[in-house]
């Protein structure tokens, strides 16, 4: 693993008195492949965020979801799950193709001890990937070559309660809904061939635009 401070975060663990302490824990917590138990954590979760950069440094923060184990750990420095269906956007993996660094944050909000868990690595988007049949109506397949694995102190993590997972991840044998802002005028004349909202007769004029309406493909 490359150095993991430096002089930004040097300068307020020197303000604050803390480089001792964050000496000790990168010692003792941070590692460089995916432990046992990390991958027990991380095949159980039904989302992450990620963190992406561009050339220039301009920052994107998005949501992933699935069903539970949709991210695969494959070895002790490997992780691989799908891409599904998005906005189009591709802001998140346009900026993994030019600039491959990723961060990703797991997060167990409803376990009895919420928990969470940083993966630091290199992206790669393979649309030929051999493990794209293991994921139905997956458009690609990244796979993250982690570098750094650490867990965080939870203590500020909120409790919650799963009320319901999302109708929309794709399932074998089940059809997709098709969501209600590419019905609307939003994406009107725009959809991409072979899109199953473009061939719908009975398109309203304008629809709400959710909350999936933002999720980055």
């Known amino acids: 693993m490359d150095e993991r401070y430096h002089e930004g975060s040097r300068a307020l663990q020197d303000r604050f008195d803390t480089r001792r302490l964050a000496d000790r824990l990168d010692a003792r917590t941070s590692r460089d492949h995916i ?10 979760m039904d ?14 923060c998005s949501y992933k979801g699935g069903a539970p184990g949709f991210v695969h750990v494959l ?18 993996w346009g900026n993994a193709l030019v ?20 993966v630091e690595g ?3 988007v393979r649309h030929d990937d ?5 994921w139905p109506e997956a458009q690609f397949v990244v796979r993250v070559r982690a570098t750094r694995v650490f867990p965080n102190c939870p203590r500020y993590i909120h409790r919650m309660a799963l009320v319901e997972r999302s109708s929309y991840v794709p399932r074998a044998g ?33 629809a709400p635009e959710p909350a999936d309406a933002r999720r980055d493909g």
């Open 47 to 60: 989302m992450f965020f990620l963190a992406t950069c561009d050339l220039s440094g301009q920052p994107q």
């Open 122 to 124: 290199t992206a790669s």
């Open 75 to 92: 070895d002790e420095a490997t992780l691989a799950f799908p891409n599904y269906d998005g906005n189009g956007m591709f802001l998140s």
């Open 130 to 134: 051999e493990l794209l049949g293991d």
């Open 174 to 206: 089940v059809v997709t809904p098709i969501p209600e802002w590419k019905r609307g005028d939003l994406a009107s004349g725009v959809l991409p061939e072979g899109d199953r909202a473009a061939e719908l007769d009975d398109r309203p004029e304008l």
């Open 35 to 44: 432990a046992s138990e990390d991958r027990a954590f991380i095949e159980r």
């Open 99 to 118: 600039n491959p660094q990723v961060g990703l944050l797991f997060i167990d909000f409803v376990a009895e001890r919420p928990t969470r868990l940083r």
